[in-house]
């Protein structure tokens, strides 16, 4: 099946709202098995929304659209569908009266305006809003197809996750199956380097690479009657994947490298205490985006200054004055005063030129110490970060996080 | 003048790379006073490039695309302008003989095709590419206009920035001027409440708002022939604005709130300290966000664990039981204690429960205690935060920066 995705909203043309919506509907749609063929977004202008859903259903069989389901008079997608596809609007009694209870607990007044979003295209499949007012609905009429949605991403992502996704599965007689597998340490062009002949050779399963904050998801989806038959599709090409760029596989779900790493870390109950200096927080901050790693977070400091470093972590000032606190005896004196501290099962310490400035032509700005204790092994790297001060802070937490998963695995 | 935005790739249809060109180019645009009447998004396929191209003619004066400027045979933007608007495709010597100098400087052999990238249309403008190998363009023939911009964020940014944007206002014979004013502690729509009388009854200076991460930013923005005569217009709205929202205004210039409270710490060389339960190394993270604030930063403490709160803070065990570590008194107490380990100008201490887990119907999720002790002077904030893990502890940090630029200016 084609789609298109239509969002709704002249906040998008301004400016003013980034359009998440396109591109979680999307990767949501492909996932499905579902191309999407174009992205298309108009203000909230009657004329230029029926324009462009004509348009569209010439291309494609399925319109999803964003936004325009409110109660107010800009609000009419479900209007222009339903004429596109030539249906009527009509009243939902359910949705009219959940409305009407929903007003009621928060003790608002309904006004007829509200009414409106209890009316859908003839022969709607409803789909609940639970986290805002404003139903979506899956309408049909031949070989078109239109799934509504809100506009908000906080609403459209449970209502097509919980909801939607599943309608969508019922039409498609094939069964979608995909697994995953997370890379790190490895660019996403070579990673595409090494298997694009794996890709180039299959239809299905069908292979896409995606990058994020410095870690590559490959995706693996296979399209067939019943589950058992795609995973006989999909495992050889994950093993082969496996075969060729294992080293770099962090996890097969689509799971960040920090969170694999903290539940590795709660799993075996290992504790922890870290001590940043360039990273400034970021370790900590990402560590502590998990709820429930206080029973194994010790202790956390940020050795910003020098200062810090000696009277926290008894750093000698007379190492600072010779290496400077830039430097492989620094990061392991402050890896030391770290355990001496807290006793963890496991002590990360940091210490690097982010920049913008403070870099030098023997110390550079990415120039970063990562240390590890774990137990009674110590590890020192050393590394030169490339790119902005934001991308060498990011990349020095991801590479401490992802060599813990190594040691601790190993 | 009306425009288009279109994005060229069909990494963007899978969902494999978020759209944030179509955002940035719009607000700049917007800045410019061209109105962005279309977003559309189409794959590197030459017949549906050439048949969005020509239906946005149809309706707008300028397109402005992303994408397809690359050495490839799939990079034919170029090619398919030139084309919509009956021109040819002309070698520029100069872009050649730049990419002969690049290619030698990095030690790579320059092939045929990478002199695509030195074709453009007849007439253009050649806009320099100083983070990328393919320069982009603007090109005019008659009334329709064309600007072709690279793919990557990266590169489109200052291109836009420090050459289109230049070109675009030439064209223009009105200039446009901005000012910015931030608002910190009233919502979107409450602030929207407050003006929109202002708003609707304008058309030059027009006034915008947008919201990204608790932040608000109202931007007025006038044009005429010169600037003297913009900010005969745009002063005594901001002044309006101001007299009615003044308490919430942050800044007068596009900038955030932990950069307009670092500034202005830095600028008096006020030194600071941080504890953070609850926020575990946001705030850090924030603060360290900017170069050079090792100076000031002293000390920073994640004192997630109890056994921390204890042990680096000296807060009482006692008090821990009697009250709970997210109380006032503990966060009271790790104040002091921060104070008397760091004697910084201003200390920072935050306890509290950032969900999902660890509430109760005494103490619910969202319920923070931010401390900050400025010289002799103590506050001790209470405060219940709604949303998830993310913002709750996102509108902790900023309330505690926001509380201590009102702190240090009164």
Redesign the interface.
């Known amino acids: 099946m084609k789609a298109a995705i239509l969002?709704i909203g002249t906040e998008?043309?301004?400016?003013?709202?980034?359009?998440?919506n396109?591109?979680?509907?999307?990767?949501?749609?492909?996932e499905l098995g579902i191309s999407?063929?174009?992205?298309?977004?108009?203000?909230d202008n009657e004329d230029?929304i029926i324009e462009d859903i004509n348009?569209l259903y010439e291309k494609v069989d399925l319109i999803v659209t964003s936004g325009g389901l409110g109660p107010t008079k800009d609000d009419i997608t479900k209007e222009v569908i339903a004429n596109a596809l030539g249906l009527d609007l009509v009243l939902n009694e359910e949705v009219k009266l959940g409305l009407i209870e929903r007003f009621k607990k928060y003790g608002r007044n309904i006004t007829e305006n509200n009414f409106r979003q209890a009316y859908f295209p003839k022969d709607s499949i409803i789909l609940d809003n639970d986290f805002g007012t404003a139903p979506g609905c899956i309408v049909k009429k031949g070989k078109k197809m239109a799934l509504l949605l809100p506009g908000p991403p906080r609403e459209v992502n449970p209502m097509f996750e919980n909801y939607a996704s599943k309608e969508l599965q019922k039409m498609n007689k094939n069964i979608i199956t995909s697994k995953f597998i997370k890379v790190f340490g490895m660019g996403e062009s070579k990673v595409e380097d090494k298997i694009m002949d794996i890709v180039e050779n299959q239809s299905n399963p069908t292979i896409?690479?995606?990058?994020k904050s410095g870690e590559v998801l490959i995706r693996v989806t296979s399209s067939s009657e019943n589950e058992e038959e795609n995973y006989k599709l999909i495992n050889p090409i994950v093993d082969e994947i496996t075969s060729r760029i294992g080293e770099y596989i962090f996890n097969y779900e689509d799971m960040s490298l920090p969170e694999t790493t903290i539940n590795l870390l709660l799993e075996k109950k290992f504790t922890i205490s870290?001590a940043?200096s360039?990273?400034?927080?970021?370790?900590?901050?990402l560590?502590?985006?998990f709820?429930?790693?206080?029973?194994i977070?010790?202790?956390?400091?940020?050795?910003?200054?020098n200062?810090?470093k000696v009277?926290?972590l008894n750093v000698s000032e007379q190492s600072l004055d010779e290496f400077g606190a830039v430097s492989e005896e620094v990061c392991l004196e402050m890896l030391d005063g770290l355990y001496e501290k807290t006793k963890s099962d496991i002590c990360i310490t940091v210490t690097g030129i982010?920049?913008?400035?403070?870099g030098s032509e023997e110390k550079p700005v990415g120039l970063v110490y990562i240390g590890i204790k774990y137990f009674d092994n110590t590890f020192i790297f050393k590394k030169n970060f490339r790119g902005g001060?934001?991308r060498i802070r990011m990349n020095t937490a991801l590479f401490a996080f992802n060599e813990i998963r190594k040691i601790v695995t190993t």
Chains 1, 2 share one sequence.
């Open positions: 969002t998008l043309l301004m400016g003013m709202t980034l359009n998440t396109s591109e979680y509907l999307s990767r949501k749609l492909n999407v063929m174009y992205h298309s977004t108009v203000g230029r348009r896409a690479t995606y990058v870290t940043e360039c990273t400034g927080g970021l370790i900590a901050k560590i502590t985006d709820s429930g790693v206080s029973d977070y010790k202790c956390s400091l940020i050795t910003y200054a200062e810090a009277k926290e982010a920049g913008p400035n403070g001060r934001e």
